[in-house]
């Protein structure tokens, strides 16, 4: 357990917390007027080793050697100069601050750090951490590495958890929600969508499933699998030679066929480690995904696919009411797929750049 101090004078700014790994869709932004959670689980931090926020440079600005340092190996809009390793955490785990109102941003309904820090330690003044809950983006605050302190405190050490007791304990992510949004002409509304953790998600895993591919066609696992990649898949790789295979893979399931070259598995919420096969899989290429959408993907259909006879089965889709489904196909993340691929070597490829290129000047915006 740690607590974070301020750095300049030492006042505690944060009650105890655990650290976790960062979510996958920390850096999103979903939609329009969406009134987005909180990122971080009450009584944890995530370290996102990146920078965020301003001031940004354009790539002509940087260039190509710098960005490599920096772990980015094809071109992007802008880089960030802000401050790398900040801790992320609730808003409701902070103690002892005070917004600063001229650093605002540009936000329309709430905050969204784009004037830099816009908390202050209560104590000294000093600008310690930047609270972000505009809409569209996911709550939180985040610390500055060069405001603030971490101390050990004193408290039970848990260990994390282990891979058996993840995949018994763990929770699905559910791939359709109610979105909740700030209002309209009829005041606060909500209405069913594909999550956003999912839609992160996919983007994230998007990115390593083409490094994957390796250029050729890549065949997904049926099931939800196939709703989610596969149409992307067919769409940004060639129809053409023989087929990758992609299998699921993790606590709890039997070992793929020596055949798959592809496994798609998941990543430890608590140290953010991805599960690693052994056996004849354990050359295949890993494709990391958040264990709650990991967990819905190898999940039994909860309906049965055929139509029954005699008394209807308790575990049938009923029609009555129709499921809450949203009325277009599910798209991946852009900006996440984005933000990935440009930070796989791999992407130096010309057909991975190639597709990057195409994303910038909106191509298949029915993909993402």
Known sequence: MFVFTCAGCGAQLTTPLSQVALPVHARQKYGNGAQLPVLMQAGTFAVDPEPWGGPWR???ETGPGEAEERGIYALVHALSDGMPGASVT??????GTRLIPEQRGGACCGL????????ACEACGLPVATRVDDCSLWQAVRLSSDAVHRIPVDGAHTAPLSWA???EQGEETPLVEPIATWGGPLGP??????SPQWEAAAGHALAHLLVASRGRPVKVPDGAAT????????????AGGPKRRAALAGPGRPSPDAGVDVLLVPVHPQTGQTWTPTG????AYLVPLPLGVWLRLVSAQPYLPVPASGRMPQDVLRDDPLPMLPSYLFRADRATFQHTLARLPAVRSPWLRTILANLTHGTWTELF
């Open 58 to 60: 354009v790539w002509d």
């Open 90 to 95: 609730a808003p409701g785990d902070i103690r």
């Open 112 to 119: 969204d750090g784009a004037d830099g820090p816009n908390m």
């Open 165 to 167: 007791e993840l995949a």
């Open 189 to 194: 509304s909500h209405h069913w969508s594909w």
């Open 227 to 238: 709703d989610v990649f596969q149409r992307a898949l067919d769409t940004l790789l060639p």
């Open 280 to 283: 004849p899989v354990e050359s």
